[in-house]
């Protein structure tokens, strides 16, 4: 048992067998899980780019290609600027990848499957029952994240399938893919313009369709940015109950966090019976 969480400890961390590097490296586990979505989704439209000959669903594509670009060169912004080592990260940790597969290039797009190898990496490491718990402690944001990505899926194939079905209308106002976009996101918003319509019986369906996952979507974002002003910061809510010893106990509450956190590592095989004893002694010795 000792040998099979040696070697996965060594594949979280790449370079070192420590836990620190996996959590430098490993973001919020929902937002890891949200951005491999989006990676697979990119691939997707990848394949789909070279199934369609219509001009019109191409640009769909060609325009959510687009978004998710921006997005992902965002996120390696982000990973850039907080990552432990710069270098490390662009160089051992396929940083370069993600920089190139953020680029609206069909031959770069390839390289994001790098980035779904690395979210595996470290979401295998991390453990099926850390993921749970994160994932129930941060369910707000894991929602947030979820429905940010159904409406990306119901913007993109939404434009997709309404221009395919308006296709055949002989009197149909949604022809170019700026109009199929557009219908999307004014339905989606719950806005509706009306400048813009289905005339087909399916293209009705599917409009409808559309504004039932667009109330759920706004609703359920109004409720997180309700929760998010209104609620009391974790800090504001401990201080009536902190009285003089508090600053004394932190440090020991704190050791007894890490120790738990050791012993989860431990049984989820991250951590070698070796490497949970040294850690062990480094947290009762600070």
């Known amino acids: 048992m000792a040998s099979e969480g040696g070697a996965t400890g060594h594949d979280a961390g790449g370079d070192t067998r420590s836990t620190p590097h996996v959590h430098g490296e490993l973001r919020n586990p ?27 669903l191409d640009s769909v594509l060609s325009a959510m290609s687009a978004v998710l670009s921006v997005i992902l060169f965002v996120d390696f912004c982000v990973r850039l600027r907080t990552a432990e080592s710069r270098s490390g990260y662009f160089l051992r940790n396929f940083g370069w990848a993600d920089l190139l597969a953020s680029l609206p290039l069909p031959q770069f797009k390839v390289l994001r499957l790098f980035r779904l190898a690395r979210v595996y ?5 991390y453990g099926a029952r850390n993921i749970g718990r994160s994932l129930l402690r941060e369910r707000a944001g894991s929602a947030l994240l979820s429905l940010l990505f159904v409406a990306i899926l119901v913007l993109e194939f939404g434009s997709l399938w309404m221009l395919r079905l308006e296709s055949g209308a002989p009197d149909r106002n949604i022809t170019t893919a ?23 019986t ?8 559309i504004i039932v996952i667009g109330v759920a979507i706004f609703g359920t974002l109004t409720g997180y940015l309700a ?60």
């Open 227 to 286: 929760n998010l002003f209104l609620s009391p910061r974790t800090s504001d809510a401990a201080a009536p109950d902190a009285g003089p010893t508090s600053g004394a106990d932190a440090p020991v509450d704190q050791r007894i966090a890490r120790l738990a956190r050791a012993r989860e590592l431990r049984d989820a095989r991250v951590l070698t019976e070796a490497e949970f004893d040294a850690m062990k002694a480094e947290i009762l010795a600070s």
């Open 121 to 125: 990496r470290l979401l295998r490491a």
């Open 30 to 56: 929902g937002y890891e899980i949200f951005i491999a979505a989006l990676s697979i989704l990119s691939i997707v439209n990848l394949v789909l780019a070279f199934a369609i000959t219509d001009a019109a």
């Open 178 to 200: 700026s109009d199929a976009i557009w219908y999307v996101i004014v339905t989606i918003s719950t806005v509706g313009y009306g400048d813009q319509y289905p005339v087909t």
């Open 202 to 209: 399916p293209g009705r369906v599917l409009g409808a369709i």
